[in-house]
Antibody
Framework: QVQLQESGPGLVKPSETLSLTCTVSGGSISYYYWTWIRQPPGKGLEWIGYVSDSGDTNYSPSLKSRVTISLDTSKNQFSLNLRSVTAADTAVYFC?????????????WGQGTLVTVSS | HSALTQPASVSGSPGQPITISCTGTSSDVGYYNYVSWYQHHPGKAPRLMIYDVTKRASGVSFRFSGTKSGNTASLTISGLQPEDEASYYCSSYTSSSTFLIFGGGTKLTVL
């Protein structure tokens, strides 16, 4: 059974970089798209961006200048870096998988991790 | 303000059917058949229920079905069961540079 697990600091200071890792178990990281999604408190879900198994990326225009998503196939992990964070970046961050033939839906998700931006 | 519009809450009694709507525009829901639905119990990983508007994900009960008319997609649950109580989110591909958008979520209460 495929499982995704987010990990990283739960508290980040304003202007610093938010860094999260998603570890994939029970399956290969190849032949899929790997996505980060977030949910600010009391709000809906927001697509952040994805990385393909070949390393291609696509980011939300609203975050593109601050975000990097990368893949580490040797560890079966992918990561999110979000620079220059503010309180508006406080959210539950989810990692998710899309099939290679269709990156328009997510067949597996992590349970999410809350990241608070505060000094 | 979410890109897709869902009712904040719906409720129904066990055994009854309910429908959750998801309204977008002609740039997303209305034009593309890439609407998906997710069930989310607090503290757990969201679960894919429906993809490509009407296709049930693996292991999903036949009680769950998806449809679309114009700019509005719908998720119908026939024969509500207590374990269906959760939040439900819709998502759609969009031709805008945002690529993928979600609804604000609907909390389903089984009375």
């Amino acid at each position: 059974q495929v499982q995704l697990q987010e990990s990283g600091p739960g508290l980040v200071k304003p202007s610093e970089t938010l860094s999260l890792t998603c570890t994939v178990s029970g399956g290969s990281i190849s032949y899929y798209y790997w996505t980060w999604i977030r949910q600010p408190p009391g709000k809906g879900l927001e697509w952040i961006g994805y990385v393909s198994d070949s390393g291609d990326t696509n980011y939300s225009p609203s975050l593109k200048s601050r975000v990097t998503i990368s893949l580490d196939t040797s560890k079966n992990q992918f990561s999110l870096n979000l620079r220059s964070v503010t309180a508006a970046d406080t959210a539950v961050y989810f990692c998710a998988r899309s099939p290679r033939y269709s990156n328009y839906y997510f067949d597996y998700w992590g349970q999410g991790t809350l990241v608070t931006v505060s000094s | 303000h979410s890109a897709l519009t869902q009712p904040a809450s719906v409720s129904g009694s066990p055994g009854q059917p309910i429908t959750i709507s998801c309204t977008g525009t002609s740039s997303d829901v209305g034009y593309y058949n890439y609407v998906s639905w997710y069930q989310h119990h607090p503290g757990k990983a969201p679960r894919l229920m429906i993809y490509d508007v009407t296709k049930r994900a693996s292991g999903v009960s036949f009680r769950f079905s998806g449809t679309k008319s114009g700019n509005t997609a719908s998720l119908t649950i026939s024969g509500l069961q207590p374990e269906d109580e959760a939040s439900y989110y819709c998502s759609s591909y969009t031709s805008s540079s945002t690529f993928l958008i979600f609804g604000g979520g609907t909390k389903l209460t089984v009375l």
